[in-house]
């Protein structure tokens, strides 16, 4: 049991970039109640970065990305999982182990 306490309390990292391309590797350690934000502005940017996870919801990015006027954004909590999407079955395998560490910390 000890080793699930570890994957609920440890850092993720997250790829740390804001740019118009995809190819994103700049990587940065994040605090251990951070989730990795990719938030995609409408026709622009793509900003990658560590995020409070309570600060995941839309009103909340809304505040702190004023720039940004129409916006999709996605919150993970997985080692670099706000790459640029590569397939969707790797997005599925990391989504559902995310799950699994998650249905540890619970029980």
């Known amino acids: 049991i000890s080793h699930h306490i570890g994957l609920c309390s440890s850092a993720i990292r997250c790829y740390s970039c804001k740019d118009y391309t995809a190819s994103c590797s700049k990587q940065r350690d ?22 409070k996870y309570s600060d995941c919801e839309y009103g909340r990015l809304a505040q702190m990305f004023p720039q940004v006027s129409s916006f999709t954004f996605k919150c993970c909590n997985s080692d670099l999982c706000n790459s640029a999407p590569s397939s969707a079955a790797s997005s599925l395998i990391g989504l559902l182990a995310s799950v699994g560490v998650m249905w540890w910390c619970i029980h």
């Not at 605090?31 to 622009?44: I, K, M, N, P």
């Open 30 to 51: 994040c605090s251990y109640d951070d989730a990795c934000l990719t938030l995609t502005e409408r026709g622009g940017m793509t900003y990658r970065q560590c995020l």
